[in-house]
């Protein structure tokens, strides 16, 4: 069981706010992170991760303290079982994969461990390539590869998939649920992309304004507890690179829909339109 009470005093766009969440997280779930931008998911990632200290808190993981305000408890990042992937990789572009890896293990880890993270990332036959060679999907298998180096209890995943093309995106989200199967790990992962979610993980964690709105699972959160399907207004629709993403409207709420450009095509801003997530990307069809 992972618990942790956090307060902290943020800044933002739109002004100060205070960053106030309370949680208990079942051990091997995966759990993502989703609300508005601003309502302080990153920051409660780092917080968990030990970069950013709260004003007032206790995190607690499978009976072990992490923090402890109160009492002066504060285990830095370094010596929390914890594995951090940032949405930019934070790979180290002067070394191969191999090193990449080797550089987060324990001085005194047996190195048949970088065998068993190539195998499970499907790097194995890149063991060697420098990162700058490697595509946005391979270094973001090699991040995760790296964050898994040190064996975590907790793995926090930051938007991983945001830049990757739609194909890609749903092979690394099938390796993320190989990963969090073969491991029995804890994750959370911060995402705006409904698709994902539903896809991924069990239990979402809506944050606004700094407080916990709802923490329930994806279809009682965005399907009202049926299948998945949603009905909703299309907005607009955003291209980042490779990337297609619908913009749309349903209980109002805006969310966004990893999607094809063939989805969207003939689609105008007003359209009702119906989403399915059994298979990813999500499908859009015209009302």
Known sequence: MMRFSLLKRLDAADGPFELDVNCEI???????????????????????AGFLKPDVGKIEVNGEVWLDTENKINI??????AGF??????????????????????????????????????????????????????????????????????????????????????????????????????AIIVSHDLTEISRLTSKTLFLKNGKVEKFTDPS??????????????????????????????TGGQVLKISCSEEDVKDLQKGDEIEISFKDAPGFLRKL
Do not use: C, W
């Open 26 to 48: 079942e051990e091997g779930s995966f759990v993502s992170l989703y609300g508005p931008s601003g309502a302080g998911k990153t920051s409660l990632l780092r917080m968990l």
């Open 76 to 81: 830095p990042p370094q010596k929390r079982a």
């Open 85 to 186: 992937v940032f949405q930019d990789y934070a790979l180290f572009p002067n070394m191969n994969v191999e090193k990449n890896i080797l550089f987060a293990m324990d001085k005194n880890a047996s190195k048949k461990l970088v065998d068993e993270l190539l195998q499970v990332t499907a790097l194995t036959g890149l063991r060697d390539k420098k990162i700058q060679m490697l595509s946005g999907g391979q270094q973001q298998r090699v991040a995760l590869a790296r964050a898994l180096a040190r064996k975590p209890k907790l793995l926090l995943l930051d938007e991983p998939l945001s830049a990757i093309d739609n194909e890609m995106r749903t092979n690394l989200q099938q390796t993320l649920l190989s990963i969090h199967s073969h491991y029995k790990i804890t």
């Open 220 to 249: 009682e959160l965005f399907f009202n507890g049926y299948e998945n399907k949603l009905r909703a207004v299309f907005l607009s629709v955003e291209k980042t690179g490779s990337v297609f993403s619908a913009m749309v409207l």
